[in-house]
């Protein structure tokens, strides 16, 4: 199997020709859907299937757990804590198994099943990991994934095995583990679903078209994204280019994407004089596991889109994605902790001056807030400690109180 284009090197992409509807016909068309019952339809990502037509008129392969279809949701204190009048979280933590890469992973499946494929692998600091499982699951594939030893939540290794993953714990780093299965994948015939797959990049561009559908086609000023492995931000960017293209909007949002400071080798590079090479870092470190990536594989495709969208990025450091995270808890929304890196960002480039307080902000959160219920119950205990034993403050902590089984001392401790 080819992932890389073997004249310069970098990943492939999916590239089609125009579909044969308008823009406006296919907005009125892909709106019709949501009152459907066909399962296809019902998927926020295949309803906009004339966008991501690499299986063609054949959608029987098409794997879907109803996907997509996740909420915008307002956040007030969130937008006061970020410095703005106004904030909505595009909430991805609503998809099936909690997180964006099922928007990737039924096309990735869906692909694997066209091909005639009978096992999908992946190497996965966890998100990845539980989709897979359950896409491949879901469509009669098996599931084997790869995944480093020590350091994952709980809560995404018991999805994958719960859904049915054959699971194998490396000791050795995500990189080093993404090496070595890109070559056992090719000796043994497996589909590779990691980040270098272009169909995940496919689905994962309608969550753009999905945040603007559900903004009747309004353009935010701003969309802000954590990165880890830059597969995410490198789909949004393809994803609004491409709408631009056809017509569905008339200008693009500046992308913002947000690096934990302890894995922030693209925030280097953007940094840096030099953006011909990015240093990869062989100790990542940071709490906020889904974005604890220190060679980012799509880095060259998220340089591009952060160019052509006048974007940025920043970096926080984990007292700052802790904090975040209470706050957007605080709103009744929650996430885990790599999606609260949006806010701590925002909450800084506002502070910069770099973002307008009245600037019309899209922050997605791309996990469950019950992936990862030991960071949240250590952060609001007080004994959350950074990677390299540091200590988190709870600054917005909120610890279970013990009282005596007594009514009195428990309506004075109300009372109070
Ligand atoms: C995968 C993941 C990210 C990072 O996305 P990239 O495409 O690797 O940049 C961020 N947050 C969560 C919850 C994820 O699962």
Redesign the pocket.
């Known amino acids: 199997m080819i992932y890389n284009c073997p004249h310069c090197g970098g990943l492939l992409e999916a590239v089609y020709g125009k579909p044969a509807l308008p823009a406006n016909d296919l907005k009125t068309l892909w709106r019709s859907r949501r009152t459907s019952n066909a399962p296809l339809d019902q998927s926020g990502v295949w309803r906009y299937r004339e966008f991501i037509p690499f299986l063609g008129e054949d959608l029987a392969s098409a794997v879907t757990l109803r996907e997509g279809c996740t909420p915008l949701l307002p956040g007030k204190l969130a937008a006061q804590y970020g410095g703005l009048d106004s904030l909505v979280f595009k909430h ?2 609503f998809n099936p198994t909690g ?3 099922d928007n990737g992973m039924t096309c990735g499946a869906s692909q694997a099943m066209r091909l005639g494929m009978t096992r999908v692998a992946c190497v ?5 990991s539980a ?1 897979m499982a359950a896409y491949a699951s879901a469509a009669g594939l098996l599931p084997v994934i790869f995944i480093p030893h020590g350091n994952i939540s709980f809560g995404k290794l018991a999805q994958a095995l719960e859904y049915g993953a054959k699971t194998i714990q490396v000791e050795a780093n995500f990189d080093q583990i993404l090496a070595l299965v890109r070559t056992l994948a090719e000796r043994l015939g497996i589909y590779l679903l990691n ?1 270098i797959n272009p169909f995940r990049i496919e689905g ?1 561009k309608t969550i753009m078209a999905e945040m603007l559908d559900q903004r009747d086609w309004k353009v935010p000023d701003w969309v802000v ?11 949004f960017g393809k994803g609004l280019r491409e709408l631009k293209e056809l017509g569905f909007i008339d200008r693009l949002p500046r992308l913002a ?1 947000v690096q934990a400071a302890g894995s922030a080798p693209f925030y280097d590079l953007w940094h840096s004089t030099d953006r011909s090479h990015l240093n990869a870092i062989s100790h990542p470190e940071t709490l ?1 596991t ?2 604890k ?1 220190g060679d ?1 594989i ?1 880095w060259p495709k ?1 340089l591009h889109e952060l160019t052509t969208s006048n974007g940025l990025v920043e970096k926080v450091t984990e007292q700052e994605i802790a904090d975040a995270k209470a706050i957007i808890g605080r709103c009744g929304i929650g ?5 609260a ?1 949006t806010l701590a960002g925002i909450r800084k480039l506002t502070a910069a001056g770099i973002m307008r307080a009245d600037a019309d902000v899209v922050a997605v ?4 807030v019950l ?1 990862d219920p030991t960071y949240i119950h250590q952060y609001h205990t007080g004994v959350l400690r950074t990677g390299t034993g540091e200590a988190i403050a709870p600054t917005f902590g909120n610890p279970p109180i013990v009282l005596p089984n007594n009514e009195d001392a428990i309506a004075s401790f109300l009372s109070a």
């Not at 994204?225 to 789909?235: C, D, F, I, T, Y």
């Not at 996430?335 to 999606?339: L, M, T």
């Not at 959160?365 to 469950?368: A, D, E």
């Open positions: 991805q933590g997180s964006f890469k996965s600091t966890g998100n990845t989709s980040s994962q994204l954590p990165g880890g492995n830059l597969g995410n931000v490198s789909a994407v906020a889904a974005i990536i980012p799509s998220a996430c885990e902790p790599a999606s890196a959160l791309t996990g469950n992936k």
